[in-house]
């Protein structure tokens, strides 16, 4: 008789921001003509840049002709790409990382929940509260994360890292000691950032204990403080404890084409094995390797003009985010992130709890952003609104807040 895999049953409810997606669509089928501004999900608005859709149109020419048509990617990725990616995101600066440990995918949330795929069930992870949901979620399913207390919102074998308003939303150095640390900087959801000597105490810390720091630097583009990494390996001997996850989605607006990279250092090892080799086959195995016109688009977001307009539209969203927190401070908000990364993150109005101001914002004001509990519960209290909107959307959303302010 088939059975199921049981841990999907210790899941608490669905998938956060599928909650959020039915609750809106529930109040758009009882009010069709509400005008709903949304600042939820971390989707982008604007178009792909110029360099991208002219790469795209090349590929595409490519893939119509007998003599330049591609099939199968190479598991790994085209060199073309990896060899793009190690000299502009990483020899440009400083680190040592070499092409062939680069890892091209379809995004940085699939890698970062694939991940634990090729460590021990017996691994304990460690993860920021609040915390994005697929770090821990991908580790209920595999079960490792013991059962739900619903009391505490905690899994019983997991180590919770508070990120709270007096740590400066930057986790502390847990007391027990986790086999797998998740970081996220700049942060999703809080926008905090790891200022270069806090992110090398935990590149200490885990090459000390034997622990692996699974990186997730996916708005790294947004950073424009100078003493903030771009990249743990900018941490001397990160090489020795992380791996660390990429994306081109928010960098370049490629949530709709799906691309994004992982780094495994070749010497990086786990109990004494290296895991290079485990993620080779893992990646192998199980993924058929992204589009050729989604790499070459890839390729394109690092050519000199494509970083222009790359600059050019992260500078946008940065705007919105400057207009969005400025905003809700001259209205009396207690307002956290939004300088070096594209979320917001606010108190909640009037002592309501996270889905309280949710179901204020949405009924109300017609506004929807994330509940800060949703992200664990250290995020009650708090609320994510995010600046991938667009501008006059971002605008509208102020003015309609500062009413409630």
């Known amino acids: 008789m088939a059975t199921i895999n049981r841990n999907y049953l210790k899941l608490p409810g669905s998938y956060l921001f599928s909650t959020i997606a039915k609750k809106v669509n529930e109040y758009s089928e009882k009010n069709p003509g509400a005008d709903i501004i949304r600042l939820g999900i971390g989707d982008v608005t604007k178009p792909l840049i110029p360099e991208v859709t002219k790469a795209l149109h090349k590929a595409v020419d490519e893939m119509g002709n007998a003599g330049t048509f591609k099939g199968y990617a190479p598991d790994l990725g085209y060199d073309f790409l990896r060899n793009a990616i190690a000299e502009n995101d990483y020899k440009a600066r400083g680190c040592d990382i070499s092409p062939d440990e680069i890892f091209v995918s379809d995004g940085a949330k699939s890698d970062c929940s694939n991940i634990q795929e090729i460590f ?5 992870i460690a ?58 900087f700049p942060n999703n959801p809080t926008g905090a950032v790891m200022k270069q000597e806090q992110l090398q105490e935990w590149v200490d810390f885990a090459r000390k204990n034997g622990s692996i720091i699974l990186y997730d630097a996916a708005y790294e583009a947004f950073i424009s403080e100078m003493d903030v990494p771009h990249s743990i390996y900018e941490c001397e001997g990160a090489r020795e404890c992380a791996i660390e996850f990429k994306s081109f989605s928010k960098t370049a607006g490629f949530t709709g084409l799906r691309l994004g990279y992982t780094v495994i250092p070749k010497e990086l090892t786990a109990g004494g094995d290296r895991l290079w080799p485990l993620w080779v086959r893992r990646h192998g195995t199980k993924y058929n390797g992204a589009p050729y016109i989604v790499q070459r688009a890839g ?20 705007e919105n985010a400057a207009i969005i927190s400025e905003g809700l401070k001259s209205a009396g ?32 004001m017609q506004i929807v952003g994330t509940p800060g509990s949703g992200f664990g519960p250290a995020g009650e209290g708090y609320f994510r609104l995010t600046a991938f909107g667009t501008r006059q959307n971002s605008i509208r959303a102020i003015d309609r807040l500062k009413t409630i302010g």
């Open 120 to 124: 021990g069930l017996d691994d304990k």
């Open 127 to 184: 993860v920021c509260d609040p915390v994005y949901p697929v770090y821990v979620d991908s580790n209920v399913m595999a079960g490792r994360t013991g059962d739900y207390d619903a009391d505490l919102q905690r899994f019983k074998d997991v180590i919770y890292m508070p990120c709270t308003k007096e740590t400066g939303f930057v986790p502390e150095i847990p007391k027990e000691i986790p086999d797998l640390i998740y970081l996220c």
């Open 299 to 318: 390729e394109a977001v690092y050519s000199d003009e494509g970083k222009v307009q790359v600059r050019e539209q992260i500078a946008g969203y940065l």
């Open 333 to 364: 908000y207690e307002v956290y992130g939004g300088v070096n990364a594209p979320y917001i993150w606010m108190k909640t109005g009037d002592g309501m709890t996270s889905w309280e101001f949710f179901d204020y914002l949405l009924e109300k």
